[in-house]
């Protein structure tokens, strides 16, 4: 489970509605399938306990850019526990399930003066005043209908695609409510679909109605709908072709290829290109905008190293906005803190991987990334994205850039078999448009499966 021009406005790619024909005309997939005997309810069903310890410190250096301005220190610890419960499905030609999951979220560590400017890393919930309470939980769940190759389910839901994919980068994992569907009828073709009404960040205790964006905070929007779909043209390269609409906000598109050419046993080149056009709809509740933004990379595996280079370019005015803390944007340059997606940005980024097991130290491995971005211009930015400085006007030439170092070991065997222990240490500076910030986050996670 659980990484466009204004005639389009009212409508889907294609790969959407071959999601409805699948469900409404099996036949057509009937001779690309095999027969496989059903699971059962009980037999298929799986339990997994999460287990995740979470660090994280961020240091506004100079305070915050943007309101509310102030104390840009956050810092807390805390440990969370996931469970998740998916069953199997009943035997039939239609099958039914059911999907559950409750998660629990306390503080160790935090307190008075750190906890920044709005409590902006979002690992636990805060009160009026803004200060962080001691724990909070949630639960879920969603039931599920199996029809050959075709699964829907309804309920509470974490999708995975460009224009929406579930965000799991804090102490408990975001979700949504609404419908999905994914159908696998065609081998190396997976078609997913959904409408949504609500969406639950890390940090809340419940569903909230309407939905937030990163860069435009929350959206009076009743609905977010989405389809697409992935192909696997080989095994060494595939597409995806996706899109969404944010009611009375934007129409977003996708298109993304990954490419990988290997050369011999011990040497590899790959590549990859994404794309994303967004385009203001309905009442323009983020303003009129008309963006485009893209990032091709580059690069080669060898042994236990892997190096890669990326270019990301926006074109439109605006920022590139997407879902507050989900994973919805799959760009190159879209790393730890910075996303490289300011109107007019230009970025170059290159990354090393180096895994140890080569070295004789299987499950160690580390990674550094560096990134700058430059010629941010809101000149013609709309009245929602609009960043000025001290003199009212539009901010004009703005520059950024980003080193990420990380360091993760997971225990191969043994009683603490599957324990991983990660750093991740993140530093970026700018000018007027962003903060100058130090960032560190210590994740232990254990997982235990009880079924």
Request: a negative charge; proline letters at 4%; aromatic letters at 12%.
């Amino acid at each position: 489970m659980y990484r466009t021009p204004r005639k389009y406005r009212r409508k889907f790619p294609l790969a959407a509605s071959l999601l409805a024909l699948g469900v409404a005309s099996p036949t057509v997939f009937a001779e690309a399938t095999t027969e496989e005997k059903p699971e059962g309810f009980i037999e298929g069903a799986s339990l997994e306990i999460l287990n995740r310890n979470l660090y994280f410190n961020r240091d506004a250096r100079h305070g915050q850019s943007v309101p509310p301005r102030g104390n840009g220190y956050s810092e807390v610890w805390a440990h969370g526990i996931i469970g998740r419960f998916e069953s199997g499905f009943t035997q039939g030609t239609v099958g039914v399930g059911v999907d559950a999951f409750a998660m629990l979220g306390f503080q160790l560590d935090t307190g008075a003066g750190r906890n920044g400017a709005g409590s902006s890393v979002d690992v636990l919930p805060t009160d009026n005043d803004g200060r962080t309470e001691s724990d909070y939980s949630k639960a879920g769940g969603a039931a599920k209908v199996r029809l050959w190759d075709t699964v829907l389910k309804v309920g509470d839901v974490f999708p995975e695609t460009p224009v929406v994919h579930y965000g799991d980068s804090r102490l408990l994992p975001e979700s949504f409510r609404g419908f999905t569907l994914q159908n696998t009828s065609l081998e190396g073709l997976t078609l997913q679909g959904g409408r949504l009404h609500s969406m639950s960040q890390p940090q809340s205790r419940q569903m909230d109605d309407g939905f937030a964006t990163f860069y435009a905070g929350p959206v009076d929007s009743s609905w977010l709908a989405y389809g697409g779909g992935d192909y696997a043209i080989n095994d060494n390269a595939s597409v995806s072709l996706y899109s969404s609409r944010l009611k009375d906000a934007w129409n977003q598109y996708y298109f993304g290829t990954a490419l990988n050419f290997p050369l011999s046993e011990a040497v590899e080149l790959f590549g990859g290109f994404n794309y994303y056009k967004s385009q203001d709809e309905g009442r323009e509740l983020l303003g009129e905008f008309n963006t485009n933004i893209w990032s091709a990379s580059a690069g080669v595996h060898f042994g236990a190293h892997r190096i890669a280079v990326s270019h990301q370019r926006n074109n439109g005015n605006n920022d590139f906005d997407y879902l507050r803390q989900a994973d919805s944007i799959y760009l190159d340059n879209s790393i730890q803190y910075s996303d490289f997606n300011s109107p007019k940005e230009r970025s170059w980024m290159v990354r090393y991987d180096l895994d140890m097991a080569t070295y004789g130290v299987p499950g160690l491995s580390f990674m550094t990334r560096y990134a700058r971005g430059t010629d941010a211009d809101y000149s013609n930015a709309n009245a929602v994205y609009m960043r000025r400085d001290d003199n009212g006007d539009p901010l004009t030439d703005q520059k950024r850039w980003e080193r990420d170092i990380e360091a993760k070991y997971v225990f191969q065997e043994g009683q603490l078999k599957d324990l991983s222990l990660r750093v991740r240490q993140a530093t970026t500076r700018a000018t007027a448009f962003e903060s100058d910030l130090d960032e560190v986050r210590l994740i232990i996670e254990y997982p235990l499966a009880v079924l």
